[in-house]
């Protein structure tokens, strides 16, 4: 069968669309060299910690009540511990989140009177209530427990190192806050190296402040995790690059034991810690989600490159750019044209398995100033390491894609995509 030609049939791809982009891909193979020697370094590191703790078949028992004694779960956390290179790991179904995992390494380390620093400006959005920056007073936030939050915004993308040490001069800082992915913000993405050169600088100056990390979309794209360079504590969602497309909820926080114990006293409660959450076979789909997490993630890091790289070619502003070292999963296009940004978040939802019919539409989402559309057609319900885009209705028109489980699928959605703009541009 004629690969072209079927694609031209099946899904009303033009022969000039696809040959462009094969031509992308054609001029980003050495970028994909780079990134498989990553994934098979990472794959190694899982395959290393699964041998080690000799995971095995009874670690996939369903447990339930109490939990007590569920190897497989305690087990796990050894596993990812391992992984990421650090003391000690807490891997849980029980966190609905990212932001809830986030929100449990916060409230763990602080208390009343404790000031946390934000030193890569401003956290993610969910994490402003909180915080207390949002929301009402009352409802129960950081600010409302008595701990104050400062931030030092980014200086043309990097950290205000000067501002950094003013604040940590002024007052005594619990813990400072470090964002690994630009998420849907206009900022670098911080590799764990850099990462690793900011808690050095915040803990040269003030040693017993704690480092806390914002991973998401980080795992697995560079072959280090932040907790190798010095973080004390980092976390995650399990439906982003960690649960490899197959956890079907949860989160990780990695780092320092004593750390680890606190988060795990504020996950279930002080005195029970993680003695007890039982796992209702849960813990099947976190290892097969694990050992794939790797090739998954390198599987979106291909289809990220590829969309640069096409949209480089018809002459659109990405970042990262095509050659660019990568250190999440995020791709960004400017568009400058709305018309064409909603073409592109509409063919990108043809490469979803999964509703892969519908068109997405713009629409008013509760808590943001404009309209906002989306491309989603996942397994797992908002599971971004599965294909996905957004973008606001707002100039410059910028849309965000992330995720593929596989490149081939990610790849026909970018297809779809030039296709609709190339028609647009006629
Ligand atoms: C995804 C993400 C979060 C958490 O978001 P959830 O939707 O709650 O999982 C936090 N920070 C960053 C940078 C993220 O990308």
């Known amino acids: 069968m004629n690969k072209t030609e079927y694609i031209t049939k099946n899904f009303g791809v033009s022969a000039r669309a696809v040959e462009l982009v094969n031509k992308a891909e054609s001029s980003v193979r050495e970028q994909f060299g780079i990134l498989e020697e990553k994934a098979e ?103 409302d427990f008595g701990i104050s939050y400062k931030e030092i915004s980014l200086l043309n993308g990097e950290p205000d190192y000067e501002n950094i040490e003013r604040a940590l001069r002024a007052e005594k800082i619990k813990a400072v806050m470090i964002q690994r992915s630009k998420g849907y913000g206009w900022r670098p993405t911080y590799s764990p190296e850099k990462i690793g050169e900011i808690v050095k600088f915040v803990k040269d100056i003030s040693p017993e402040t704690i480092c806390l990390v914002d991973n998401c979309y980080g795992e697995f794209v560079d072959t280090d995790e932040p907790t190798q360079y010095g973080a004390d504590l980092i976390a995650g969602s399990l439906i982003k690059n960690p649960g490899g497309g197959i956890a079907p909820t949860g989160g990780y926080i990695a780092g320092r034991r004593d750390l680890i114990e606190l988060c795990a006293y504020r996950m279930t409660c002080v005195g029970i810690g993680r003695e007890c959450g039982c796992t209702m076979g849960f813990n099947r789909y976190a290892y097969q989600g694990l050992f794939m997490a790797p090739h998954v993630t390198l599987q979106a890091l291909k289809a990220a490159t590829l969309c640069a790289a096409v949209f480089g070619l018809l002459g659109y502003e990405s970042d990262p750019k095509p050659d660019a070292e990568r250190h999440d999963i995020i791709q960004s296009v ?93």
């Open 334 to 426: 400017k568009f400058n044209d709305k018309d064409k940004m909603i073409a592109f978040i509409q063919g990108i939802q043809k490469g979803a398995p999964v509703d892969s019919f519908v068109t997405p539409e713009p629409w008013d989402m509760p808590g943001y100033q404009d309209q906002v559309i989306m491309a989603a057609g996942a397994f797992t319900q908002g599971s971004s390491i599965e294909l996905s885009a957004d973008a606001p209705l707002r100039e410059p028109y910028i849309a965000y894609m992330q995720g593929g489980l596989t490149y081939e699928s990610a790849k026909l959605g970018i297809m779809v995509a030039v296709n609709k703009i190339l028609k647009l541009e006629k």
């Open 41 to 143: 370094i990472n794959q190694l590191k899982v395959m290393k910690a699964f041998s080690e703790f000799c995971v095995s078949e009874r670690h996939f028992m369903p447990t339930t009540g109490y939990g007590y004694d569920d190897d497989g779960r305690d087990t796990l956390d050894k596993v990812y511990a391992h992984i990421f290179g650090c003391d000690d790991a807490l891997v849980r179904q029980n966190w609905v989140n990212g932001s809830h995992t986030l929100s449990t390494m916060m409230y763990a380390v602080l208390r009343p009177g404790d000031t946390l620093l934000s030193v890569t400006g401003k956290p993610y959005d969910t994490l402003e209530e909180v915080i207390g920056i949002a929301g009402d007073d009352g409802n129960g936030s950081l600010k």
